[in-house]
């Protein structure tokens, strides 16, 4: 395996390092030219567990909203859970359809691993703050958004890597940084977290989230009131 892959992804600063969401992928050296016509079948018995996992997901994030609520902690076993869900979830994704790697199956040991470190202390405030987030459909619309910008990514990766054996490491790294930046999103919008570094450690990133999120809710506002388009709290994207 070592002389497979190279440890670390695109480079992060000593701020992104320091935060309390971390999302690793080590680059593959080569990636299958045949599985690229299988991905999305094998994909199908992952995708069927990770549907019913979401559901527990979305049910344990429930009871944990009311557990931050009355005393300001998320039980550890439930997080423990939802983070697990999370990892699985991220793991299914990098495999298909963003073509980050070819490990099928997303048990250990992977070359993606995802890891929050456990909140003492949780903000009720905060917690208001997500819960309205969830409502407008506020950070599921930008992480969407940016998904939606990686998968571009895998489409010309896809004929590369057919005729090379390999993900051109420049997008790679592109498309790692960009999915790191949906995992920590994902794990504030989620509960996880409350840290708004998690969205931006540079004032252009800030800026370009702070945008995206007016952007989000005057998309949102419109849905409402031309389409009557409504968003589920917490439900599991991946």
Known sequence: MANQT??????ISPEEAALPVQLTIDYPERLSRLLLFFKWLFVIPVGIV????GIGAFVVTILAFFAILFVGRYPRGMFD?????????????????YLLLDKWW???PHPLNYEVEYPEKL?????ILKLLSAWLGVVSDLVSWVSLVIFVFAIPA???ILFTGRYPRGMYNIAVMLYQWTARVDSWQYLLRDEWSLFGTTGRVQILVGVG????????????FVDGVTTIPFMPTF
Do not use: C, K
Request: no cysteine.
């Open 6 to 11: 190279e440890n670390s992804t695109s480079a």
């Open 50 to 53: 990770a549907f019913f996992y």
């Open 81 to 97: 859970f939802v983070v697990g869900f999370y990892r699985f979830a991220l793991r299914m994704t990098a495999y298909f359809p």
């Open 106 to 108: 997303p048990d250990d």
């Open 123 to 127: 903000s009720r405030g905060i917690l």
């Open 158 to 160: 896809w004929f590369i």
């Open 213 to 224: 999120i007016v952007v989000s809710v005057v998309w949102t506002l419109y849905s409402w």
